[in-house]
């Protein structure tokens, strides 16, 4: 995979325009056989379903460019388990598994760009397969990717045959949803429309629940409209203070660590089965503290997040 450098897509793009059951622990103590006292549960931790907290990669770019296995060390030491990688830092997909296993590190999912899955879709499925990911992404189109509502169909009819490959080989392919889709088309939004015209036995989505509502949409509604398409979520907070738009506007001042900014997450949360939940990655654009230092507060909130 070769090297994607998001944030000048994210750049560009503004300047330009699962399920899970929830386990209750049960305290198992001797009592005498004279004790009619009931067996009490323990009261409920996070993570929510016990899904461990991943992290998308992207929001430590930076580091990881300086010391990819250091910042994997790090990461780990916080308490994640899963990634999601964006990009292998020059090294191959085997070097990174190993550096994954070391740090006793699973990658369920990948980001890789519309150009690596044109070009190079047989290779892509094979570093996705060394990985052990379960799921390959499409995570963002490049603006003059996305100029007209024609692009957005030939889009979709060329991921339902991603996905077709994919399935034959045993992975799953979705597509990331930013703010832009959420423009109007007809009577409806464009995200309808791809929601419509993705196979979904065969395209799925993952739900980046920050730009959802950034665009002025509701998560749970669309996991209530379309049941079982989101076995992905992206998990950032949103600053108070920034109105809805859909023009992708990524930069400092419009994110927050997760649960210190005004998404409601428990809500989001609840309903997230209904979506299909899967695996979520906490991910964050843009931090205005040290990313480690942001990635351990949206970790510290997650892994006691009861639903």
Known sequence: MSSINRRDFLRKSAAGLASLPALAAISCSTTPETSTAPVQPAA?????????????????????????????????????????????????AADVKKLLD???LKAPSGHWLLPKLQKSLPKTIEDAKTLGCEYIVMPIFDPPERKTFAQFKRHAEFFNKVGEQCKKEGLSFCYHDHNYEFQKHDDSTIFDYLLSAFDPQLVNIEMDCFWVTHAGSDPVAYMEKYPGRFPLL??????????????????????????????????IFAAAPKGGLKYYFVEQDFCERPPLESIKMSYDYLKSLTV
Do not use: S
Request: a negative charge; glycine letters at 12%.
């Open 44 to 92: 409920p931790t996070g993570p929510p379903y016990g899904i461990p907290v991943g992290l998308q990669l992207y929001t430590v770019r930076a580091e990881c460019e300086k010391d990819f296995e250091g910042t994997l060390k790090q990461i780990a030491a916080i308490g994640y388990k899963n990634v999601e990688v964006y990009d292998f830092y020059g090294k191959t």
């Open 102 to 104: 070391d740090n006793g």
């Open 234 to 267: 992206h998990i950032k907070d949103l600053k108070a203070g920034n109105e809805p738009t859909t023009t992708l506007d990524a930069k400092m001042g419009l994110f927050a660590e997760v649960g210190h900014g005004t998404i409601d997450w428990k809500r």
